[in-house]
């Protein structure tokens, strides 16, 4: 079975811009988690959905969005950028949310 | 509202065995999860336990006590590879994933 991608592996924004990350799914998994990570403040939760539903949410401000589509596949949104959403994010795919994760290399952003 | 501790970082030596602790403060538990990374790579699924006692799997085991919310990751026979940091993690309510800051072991040889 393939892995769980992520597009694309590396982003360069200014503050301001707006940001779509994409996550595909291992074959089968329905649930789709995201996470930041910062050296400073580890892995940080921001949402999961599935079957089209975001179930769970972090406590990220509301720029940070995100969607998933009927084959699973997901894409996060980020507004507004600002320097401290710098980080790499990570996307997870589960059969469900209290099963085994599986992660994606990442996306890894820097907000100039 | 949900904590989870570990080490800041540890140093063993090849060959040896390493224990990593992690403890908890959670409702509604559902399960809790050791995650492998390397630096500059994404987490890798180790184990999962849900119910007391210790769960075995080649060189790595996991424990855990949901009475004492407590749970621990013990390597053996060390090897350089093994060089990572260890993150804890908690299913908890809504099924949600909260992870420990991670445990930075390094093997000396």
């Known amino acids: 079975k393939a892995g769980v991608t992520q597009t694309p592996r590396y982003l360069i924004k200014t503050r301001g811009q707006q940001v779509t990350l994409s996550c595909s799914p291992i074959?089968?998994?329905?649930?789709v988690s995201w996470y930041q990570q910062t050296p400073g403040q580890g892995l940080q939760f921001l949402f999961e959905y599935f079957s089209e539903t975001q179930r769970n949410k972090g406590n990220f401000p509301g720029r940070f969005s995100g969607r998933q589509f009927s084959n699973s596949r997901s894409e996060m949104n980020v507004s507004t950028l600002e320097l401290g959403d710098s980080a790499l994010y990570l996307c997870?795919?589960?059969?469900?949310?209290?099963?085994?994760?599986?992660f994606g290399p990442g996306t890894r952003l820097t907000v100039l | 509202g949900q904590n989870i501790d570990q080490p800041t970082e540890m140093t063993a030596t090849e060959g040896a065995i390493v224990q990593i602790n992690c403890t908890y403060q959670t409702s509604g538990f559902n399960g809790l999860f050791w995650y492998q990374q390397h630096a500059g790579e994404a987490p890798t699924f180790l184990s999962y336990?849900?119910?007391?006692g210790l769960e075995e799997k080649g060189r790595f085991s996991s424990f855990l006590s949901r009475s004492k919310g407590y749970s621990y990751l013990l390597l053996k026979e060390l090897q350089m590879k093994d060089s990572a940091s260890y993150l804890c993690a908690v299913s908890s309510g809504r099924r949600a994933l909260t992870f420990g800051s991670g445990t930075r072991l390094q093997v000396q040889p």
């Open positions: 997870a795919s589960s059969l469900d949310s209290d099963r085994a994760q599986y």
């Open positions: 074959s089968g998994h329905r649930s």
């Open positions: 336990n849900v119910l007391d």
